[in-house]
């Protein structure tokens, strides 16, 4: 149960990473040891036909390349995630990447046998983290030596995968083992497969989506209610200093209720000696419940170096993806010849299990190889994530078939 | 279907009062006429301690009481709702009252055989519906001339049954058949039943709750977020001209989707031809998809009558709640001798199922004659109330038995 517990701390970074996660033993003895690079493009068309130049994301890798460049596997990361995966920078950080218990050595995504890449995407949140390197609203214009704000192009997942790919080519690679991510980067991954059939081998679809519904794409939306209303936002014009943190921090607090469930916060609760008649409350409308306070002040120090035009744009990148960005999943799934895996979360508040299992039906329907294993559990989204481990063999045998 | 569709249009209300709402059929030909009237109190101490003077709510009656008022039910309104539980103002009114489908001659709440009250709670959200009668930091407090906005004092589920309390008093009435209601007004209901037990026969909890655990008082925290970032809420001080609507109408939104389900915004979505990929919103940040347009313009229209602080009182009445108002639930159902019909959804992403389970089972424990019939369907919160009328029997055989 401790363990359990100690993960969900890790994995409450699933959508809000944090720089203070708990520190998670390693598997082996020694650290992997990992370094920042940098990947450059000069221009960039979007999805949309706009052009951004200079284009920068950070990246990482883990494992070596074969010399036939056959054995790579790209980590897609989730919405507020970063590229570090696994390992540590430092042999003394505190914390590993997000899927350390998965990625490795002898682990699941063995980087014995794979060559295991992962970066930033655009607009990444964390854009003030100093290992993070991304290009969005944040990034300064070169044609005005301010922040682009909103004058910054609308991006979508095929865009994080199209910068992916250049990146991915530029290392002489032409072919991907699999594709893996979660949440916001199953998205990427199957989008991955439909837009590339030629490149993707597989697909590991974690706590993920085919397309974002009409009932996620409005849950979306509320998520940037806070950062609009907050007057310092002023339609996306801030500088860093005058930031809109107060409506980005409640933005992040929505997000972590979203992406867990009543049993995760009912641990919280009591070791807070929560109950609803709570004197302060009950005393002054301006006092908080104290499970209010850990989560508003959990996600107030989490806004720190995250940006909160950022999250607009990845919101919108989530809202309009549907995989293959065609106009129907159907029609975006019709050329995968991945061979997929889904893994759902029963319990998930945010991305639903009928989303990834709608997805599993269309590829089946289309005669892929496609396998579906619902994860069980009281943590919601999260569940996924920490579930995942305990799937370390499955997803072992599919990456070897 | 299509009944169905209506019905939940209608029920949209629940947790968000409309005055728009789609009118439904009577089902007598004669349409039900009801008055609005006033209770006042000349003053109110609260469960806090403070005192409120010059209180006053709005109640309506159906049917008639009988010589040895005996045969009393009470409704207790939802979040959003008001008094009018049943008919009509006037023969032409586009709408009846929320539960009109229940409420009548010869309906499972008989208004031939009960005398069926509805009362305005305290700090009523529809401060400026010229129908609705209520008492709250939208009211002008006598000491300075000027709403009394965060200087109004903290008010508690119990307070709402105390001012009920009160106004049946004032009938001469001493016992009731029955208490029920939806959502908020299942505390309302439940806490009658623990604070005094000499008055309760009979509880219907619908979509209803013995407590707001951990999580459900962090999620209600969340509605309030968009109101204290917008800028015109000036920490409560505003007037009526210069009113924070924009954070109300978000509020509105993120509470509309909370007491929804993805079914419901599919059927939306399929109307308005909703895609995932819209081109106004691919080419532009600040273009809407329609399935959010649809959504946040009509809890724009409904936030005009309704007031921003109102909502935040009534948040922490919900979040300071648990029946019986003691430090467990258990101890605060001890006394409680009612018998009680839970009636939880089990699509409900508001009020969770676990919830009315948890007091049933509270109950049943203490030896309370106890039933609990889940209701299954499509529509989250609001399943509750649309499918509430096919419960008709079975609310009509617990208030004969």
């Known amino acids: 149960m401790l363990r359990k517990l100690s993960v969900v701390w890790l994995l409450t970074s699933v959508w809000l990473v944090s720089g203070c996660a708990a520190a998670q033993p390693a598997a082996d003895s020694a650290p992997m040891l990992v370094e920042k690079q940098t990947f450059t493009l000069p221009v960039f068309t979007t999805f949309g036909g706009q052009k951004i130049e200079n284009v920068k994301v950070g990246w990482e890798s883990y494992g070596t390349l074969s010399p036939a460049k056959d054995n790579a596997i790209l980590i897609t ?57 991304t290009t969005g609203p944040a990034t300064i214009n070169p044609l005005t030596g301010k922040p682009y704000g909103l004058d910054f192009p609308v991006v979508t997942i095929r865009d994080f995968v199209n910068v992916q790919k250049a990146l991915l080519e530029s290392l002489g690679i032409t072919r991907l083992h699999a594709v893996v991510g979660p949440s916001m980067g199953s998205m990427q991954a199957l989008d991955w497969a439909a837009a590339y059939p030629d490149w993707v081998e597989r697909v590991i679809s974690v706590i993920g989506s085919g397309e974002s519904d009409a009932w996620t794409t409005a849950a979306l939306e509320q998520w940037t209610m806070p950062i609009r209303l907050d007057p310092n936002w002023q339609d996306g014009n801030y500088t860093r200093e005058s930031a809109p943190v107060a409506g980005l921090a409640a ?34 409308i301006r006092t908080r419940h104290t499970i209010v306070d850990w989560l508003f002040n959990r996600a107030k120090s989490r806004a720190t170096h995250m940006d909160a035009n950022h999250l607009l744009y990845l919101v919108r990148a989530c809202q309009l993806y549907v995989a293959g960005h065609q106009q129907s999943l159907s029609q975006g799934l019709a050329d995968v010849s991945a061979k997929t895996l889904f893994l759902p979360a029963s319990s998930d508040l945010l991305l639903m299990p009928y989303l990834a299992e709608s997805a599993h039906d269309t590829l089946t329907d289309q005669g892929v190889n496609s396998e579906l294993i619902t994860l069980h559990g009281p943590l919601g989204h999260l569940e996924g994530v920490a579930d995942v481990q305990e799937q370390a063999s499955a997803i072992q045998a599919f990456l070897e078939k």
């Open 77 to 133: 990361h989730y919405f507020s995630g970063t590229s570090h995966a696994a390992g540590r920078y430092h042999p003394d950080d505190a914390a590993p990447g997000y899927w350390d218990a998965l990625i490795g050595p002898g682990k699941a995504i063995d980087t014995n046998k794979y060559f295991v890449v992962s970066a930033d995407t655009l607009v990444n949140l964390n854009a003030y983290d100093d290992k993070v390197i």
């Open 251 to 284: 933005a992040l607090a929505l997000i972590t209720q979203h992406a867990l469930h009543p049993g995760y916060f009912e641990s919280q609760g009591n070791k807070l000696g929560y109950q609803p008649l709570e004197k302060g409350p009950l005393e002054d």
